[in-house]
């Protein structure tokens, strides 16, 4: 029987099976990265429960037993290797990812308080001071790593309401009218019709209520329309609300676009309002030089008071590693504004980091990005993103140029390059419709070849709807490994011989 | 120079770098586990700031750089495989959480959706309902996990806000006696006053204020006191105030006691509250059956509408591994009570389990929960806990009969063993103070010991203040490999030896 009293010879049991899962592991990534296997073995959750042992025994399986169970999760699972894998913000990571949190496994730590993790700590103070000052936040730039970009999201929100409203971390959140001699009136938050839904989670999380958020519409490239922004705030203070937290996307979840920070920023400090900078997908460009020298989408971020950066998204750190980072004391700002009495557990030391958060133990997720950097390099890092940049580009002209396929946006604005396919056996009927009728057309258009290119399992892309245009693919380009020819062109390819076996008459 | 661009040899890069940092690993947990190293090599920051290399540079360092960077982490780091790592509720991990971690590494895996993450998803569903079944919760257990109890704690707050109060959700937060036809009073949450911080850090989250917390006194062992509960809340009632949230501790952090739940349930039915039970720490006790037949530390959960468990803390699992459990259908209560409009996440699958948390991408940490299951079995994990229990209550009987110690509390409640050691050279100076100086003298002895020993790295434990009792040793009983003399005798030898070249005369 297999049995925690054994834990004495860990070290060879854990040699055992070190040895044994490396192969495994190591022929996993390689057919995954060589496509000898699809993206995944697409199944049911009903047809999963019948293929894959779900069961919890009261006898350990030992040794022989849990590399089954290993085998198949592999078996059953998205195989992230394979750069066609386009489906989400993040992509599959690299060895230094996996070496990274073996690192972390062992020594199983917990980074709320120094003395528990001494060098580790160090790391996230050093390395969020660090890309804070990519985004030129200064000499007093730092941060904290939270479990996720909405994570990071809602502690921003949590930290501007505490520091400018810090009765409300006492007494509560009593606004006017309700409370006639409140200091403020309901407080408002102002994000893009784009922003990611974390936002709308954290409002509703503070209690502030989900009719409280302004959307703000965006322009035509899906940015925030900052002239918009000022009436909607203006119409808000005239209602003695209080605007207090206007949130900038840096790179929009489906269309890839970049708020105008710079602008905003000088609305935010004529209406005092927090700066916060949702940059989870877009944040990592802060990388490139390139980018940083030939545009304008991350200008103005040394004005943000908080920023959201999520190295497991663009820079193929292991999931999950997001970093809140401010210019105003780094970590501490945190620690002051969210700090409670545990007078068991922090003993009054300004490198325990978990002061600052709203929780207690948490994962040294700052060790991935810090190993990351060490490893490629600000430079490795930054030539990722380059690279993918000049991908979607080239897929773009791809689609641009290809009969039946249709861009929503031309350029792609970021990395995420979006079309609808419009069969052409149907083209005339489609065309011929007008309005909802041509969006719910187009939609189930887009939503059936979907499905069966799901289920085919050669590729993984997302469908998704935007307000007002009907659902279309969004193909997101962020693997290092991925192939215009070998992968993106074959994908246009499965779309149209996916399409060639259906029968539209029967299903419009 | 190691570039991003190289990842089309990820296999390879990965197999070196595993073969690699295999015996560096072994060697490691060896070291740990046989005590040929200390717990810690302590430094102080400024020390590391010296010893350790925490630039982050332009050009990647490559394999051997960063090789050295691991090697260094792992020298300055606590060895949490040495058994004499007591600090904290959790302990080191073993070679099955080891190679869970590192196949969620290698899968990159995002458990929001069940698409992206089948099999790992099916995994969640299955282990959080077999754990709730474990709690009694029946064929509707099921549950969720979040990055830590902390995070599970305040999703069972907003949980149980917007299932109560739906209106909060979608308008906002507006109690009387501020808005009078509002439906509910200032919401008050209770809890005792033993009870974990991050019930009033949820509570400022949710912008209740920390004034509405109401904290029931404890009884001479910890546990909340039942009746005092009721006349707290008939006594807020009676100020047209709204009770909502009652969480019970099974397990607490600094004494280990655990709140009747039975009795506290009957309460929160007979007030209408959501009844909660913080279990993070004492929760995992439902894998013994030992346990579960003579004790009723756990009686009573299946009336709890959640229930917060850490595999992380007593069940060895890696961090983060926290469970929020309910009766109500498992994480379906959460979707709905906390989704969001997401429509370019979630397509409408009752198996995408990220619609119910308050982010979105989310790591696969139930995984690591279910292969622990698998591989030592009910059995095996539940043997962990009753070896614990057995060595607290030794550890206990020899701290009461050695000479210069006294125990917080006798017999210890569960698995922290609590106590003042009074330097027999001083004992009857110390003896002769009264009240508060007798308080700060004990307080001020167990500190200047407490910090002697954690920069002699031998042991690391705690100390701990308490409201009304001076500063005292907890010493945390968890890790399977501990023993009784070669470890928690050698710690009171260690104390006294610290005591021996100390001249109390200067210090006190």
Request: net charge negative; proline share 5%; hydrophobic share 40%.
């Amino acid at each position: 029987m297999v049995s925690t009293d054994d834990h004495n010879s860990d070290a060879k049991e854990l040699e055992v099976m070190l040895s044994r899962i490396q192969h495994i592991i190591v022929d996993y990534v390689q057919k995954g990265q060589e496509q000898l296997v699809p993206v995944v073995n697409y199944h049911t959750p009903e047809e999963l429960y019948k293929l894959f042992d779900f069961t919890l025994p009261n006898k350990g399986v030992g040794l022989e037993g849990i590399f089954k169970t290993i085998s198949s999760t592999l078996e059953y699972s998205v195989n992230s290797w394979n750069p066609r894998f386009l489906d989400k913000l993040y992509a599959g990571t690299n060895p230094i990812g996996v070496i990274s949190e073996l690192l972390l496994a062992v020594l199983n730590s917990n980074a709320h308080v120094f003395h528990v993790s001494p060098v580790l700590s160090l790391m996230e103070i050093e390395v969020t001071k660090a890309v804070g000052q990519l985004l030129n936040m200064g000499e007093k730039a730092g941060g904290i790593l939270c479990p996720g970009g909405s994570a990071s999201n809602l502690l921003a929100m949590i930290t501007a309401r505490n520091k400018l409203f810090p009765s409300i971390k006492t007494e509560g959140y009593f606004p006017r009218p309700f409370h006639p001699q409140s200091k403020y009136g309901k407080l408002k938050v102002f994000t893009s019709i784009h922003s990611h839904y974390s936002i709308d989670k954290a409002v509703q999380v503070l209690g502030l209520g989900l009719d409280n958020i302004v959307k703000v519409p965006v322009d035509h490239e899906g940015r925030m329309q900052v002239d918009v922004l000022e009436k909607l705030i203006e119409l808000s203070i005239q209602k003695d609300e209080t605007p207090f937290f206007i949130n900038a996307t840096a790179g929009t979840t489906v269309l890839g676009a970049f708020d105008p920070i710079k602008d905003i920023a000088m609305i935010a400090k004529k209406y005092h309002c927090w700066l916060h900078v949702d940059g989870s997908w877009g944040g990592s460009v802060a990388f490139s030089d390139k980018v940083m020298k030939t545009t304008s989408w991350l200008e103005g971020s040394e004005h943000a008071d908080t920023f959201t950066l999520n190295p497991h998204k663009l820079l193929g750190v292991p999931l999950q590693c997001s970093m809140l980072l401010t210019p105003h004391e780094g970590h501490l700002l945190f620690a002051k504004s969210n700090s409670s009495q545990a007078d068991y557990l922090f003993h009054g030391n300004e490198y325990d980091i978990g002061a600052g958060t709203i929780g207690c133990g948490r994962r040294p997720d700052a060790t991935k990005m810090f190993m990351a950097w060490k490893y490629y390099g600000k430079d490795g890092l930054g030539g990722r993103i380059d690279k993918a940049l000049s991908l979607a580009s080239q897929f773009t002209s791809m689609v641009r140029e290809r009969k039946g396929f249709k861009l929503v946006q031309d350029p792609s604005p970021f990395l995420q390059v979006c079309f609808w396919f419009v069969p052409p056996s149907i083209e005339k009927h489609v065309e011929s419709l007008k309005g909802k009728e041509y969006s719910l057309c187009l939609s189930r258009i887009t939503r059936h070849l979907h499905q069966q290119i799901q289920e085919k399992g050669e590729f993984l892309v997302d469908h998704s709807p935007l307000e007002g245009i009907p659902d279309f693919f969004r193909v997101v380009i962020n693997a290092p490994t991925l192939s215009l020819h070998r992968d993106l062109e074959r994908l246009l390819d499965v779309i149209e011989e996916v399409n060639a076996s259906v029968d539209w008459s029967e299903l419009l």
